[in-house]
């Protein structure tokens, strides 16, 4: 096994279940090796998400922040400047966040799809992970993963939908969706 720390640049992106709860087992492991986690959520669903008390377990080893509003209207013109202002907001604190050191690994839940959304600049973004300190990792969530992102990202990896229980009319269940 690899000694020599290096951080990674992850996407977890395509239309399969799995990729916030993938960036969630990642960041168990690495509170579990004694990393500290910041896991910031951009586009918070509608559903009270039972990771955000299962972490308060872990103290300041991992933090959760919902930053953002759930239901955004789809669709640059449409978009509510309430949601871009908001976003912008979020993503300055995630900057702040890499930047700063003081996290191991930094998640970024569902930008994948405020930069789709074209809520936020992939160029913006691209610059700050291109600075970001050597031994800091980072995690970008979220279906439609820009090209820009994918190209600098080291390990990309993107979840196909076989099937999914909501197909079948299974809403979503306690516990495994939220
Ligand atoms: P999860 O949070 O379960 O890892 P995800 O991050 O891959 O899912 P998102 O695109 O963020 O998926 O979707 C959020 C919600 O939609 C979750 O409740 C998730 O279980 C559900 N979901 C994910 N993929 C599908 C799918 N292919 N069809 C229907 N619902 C889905
Ligand atoms: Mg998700």
């Given at each position: 096994m690899a000694d020599v720390r290096k951080g990674l640049i992850i996407v977890n992106t395509g239309p399969g279940k799995g990729k916030t709860t993938a960036a969630m087992g990642t960041a168990l492991r690495a509170v579990g090796n004694g990393m500290k986690v910041l896991m910031l959520q951009?586009?918070?669903?509608s559903w009270h998400y039972g990771e955000l008390d299962a972490v308060q377990a872990f103290g300041d080893k991992f933090i959760m922040k919902q930053l953002g509003r759930g239901f955004v209207k789809v669709g640059g013109a449409e978009t509510d400047p309430e949601d871009i202002r908001m976003v912008e907001e979020a993503w300055q604190q995630a900057a702040d966040a890499i930047l700063s050191g003081n996290w191991d690994l930094v998640v970024l839940d569902e930008i994948n799809y405020a930069i789709s959304y074209k809520m936020l600049d992939p160029d913006k973004v691209a610059d700050v992970l291109k600075r970001k300190p050597e031994m800091v990792h980072v995690i970008l969530t979220g279906r439609n993963a820009h090209p820009t992102i994918v190209e600098l990202a080291d390990t990309v990896t993107e979840m196909r939908e076989v099937k999914h229980a909501y197909q079948k009319g299974i809403l979503a269940q306690r516990g495994i969706e939220y």
């Amino acid at each position: 096994m690899a000694d020599v720390r290096k951080g990674l640049i992850i996407v977890n992106t395509g239309p399969g279940k799995g990729k916030t709860t993938a960036a969630m087992g990642t960041a168990l492991r690495a509170v579990g090796n004694g990393m500290k986690v910041l896991m910031l959520q951009f586009l918070k669903g509608s559903w009270h998400y039972g990771e955000l008390d299962a972490v308060q377990a872990f103290g300041d080893k991992f933090i959760m922040k919902q930053l953002g509003r759930g239901f955004v209207k789809v669709g640059g013109a449409e978009t509510d400047p309430e949601d871009i202002r908001m976003v912008e907001e979020a993503w300055q604190q995630a900057a702040d966040a890499i930047l700063s050191g003081n996290w191991d690994l930094v998640v970024l839940d569902e930008i994948n799809y405020a930069i789709s959304y074209k809520m936020l600049d992939p160029d913006k973004v691209a610059d700050v992970l291109k600075r970001k300190p050597e031994m800091v990792h980072v995690i970008l969530t979220g279906r439609n993963a820009h090209p820009t992102i994918v190209e600098l990202a080291d390990t990309v990896t993107e979840m196909r939908e076989v099937k999914h229980a909501y197909q079948k009319g299974i809403l979503a269940q306690r516990g495994i969706e939220y």
